[in-house]
């Protein structure tokens, strides 16, 4: 059974064009991150939620934005993507901050 | 600030051997290392935590051991299989919020 879901798998979009990235968890967990990988390199964290507490990292640029109603679910939202833009978005939950984490499929994003 | 760097970047082996993948970090004050495995063009799987107190953590096949004093850890795959095939990479807890910093990865191959 999935644990961390992302949806969609692929989104394509054009340039300027806003884009959000969903995320869903039936693990119950405090804490929820959203991390960029582009090809051939680590991820790289961009922000997370402790709980309701957004926390962003210093150099994610600000056309990032996340969004979290509830516990289960997390959104990326990228304003206004860019062609540097285009990479692999993963989505990672844990129970508390420094345990296991847990990714999902990733979604891979391709900007036109 | 934390680097994380892993040794080599690509290994390929015959089906059935051991073998061990390398992870080191420049600050040892961390707190929890994680192992992953990254198929291609999808997200990461957990392998195994090993938390600063412990110095091994075994899985099945797979035994990680960490030595912070030395700023090490390693991975040992026993009795390697083609479907071992993939890219694994070692990430470090850093500070207090979870952040992971991750290694640049192995990609390993398995020839039958």
């Known amino acids: 059974d999935a644990m961390v879901i992302q949806n969609p798998r692929y989104q394509v979009t054009q340039f300027g064009k806003p884009v959000t990235l969903s995320c869903s968890q039936t693990?119950?967990?405090?804490?929820m991150y959203w991390y960029q990988q582009k090809s051939s390199q680590a991820p790289k964290l961009l922000f997370h939620y402790y709980d309701k507490d957004f926390n962003n990292e210093a150099d994610t640029p600000d056309n990032f934005q996340s969004r979290r109603p509830n516990t289960s679910f997390c959104f990326l939202d990228i304003r206004s993507p860019g062609l540097g833009d285009a990479a692999m978005y993963l989505c990672a939950t844990s129970r508390d901050r420094r345990q296991t984490q847990y990714f999902g499929p990733g979604t891979r994003l391709l900007v036109l | 600030k934390q680097e994380v760097t892993q040794i080599p970047a690509a290994l390929s082996v015959p089906e059935g051997e051991n073998l061990v993948l390398n992870c080191s970090f420049t600050d040892s004050a961390i707190y929890n290392l994680q192992w992953f495995r990254q198929d291609p063009g999808k997200g990461l799987t957990s392998l195994l935590l090993i938390q600063s107190s412990q110095r091994e953590q075994t899985s099945g096949r797979l035994n990680a051991s960490l030595d912070k004093s030395s700023g090490r850890s390693t991975l040992y795959i026993a009795a390697s299989q083609p479907g071992d095939s993939a890219t694994y990479l070692c990430a470090v807890f850093s500070g207090n919020t979870g952040k992971l910093i991750f290694g640049q990865g192995t990609t390993l191959q398995v020839k039958p």
């Open positions: 693990l119950n967990h405090n804490v």
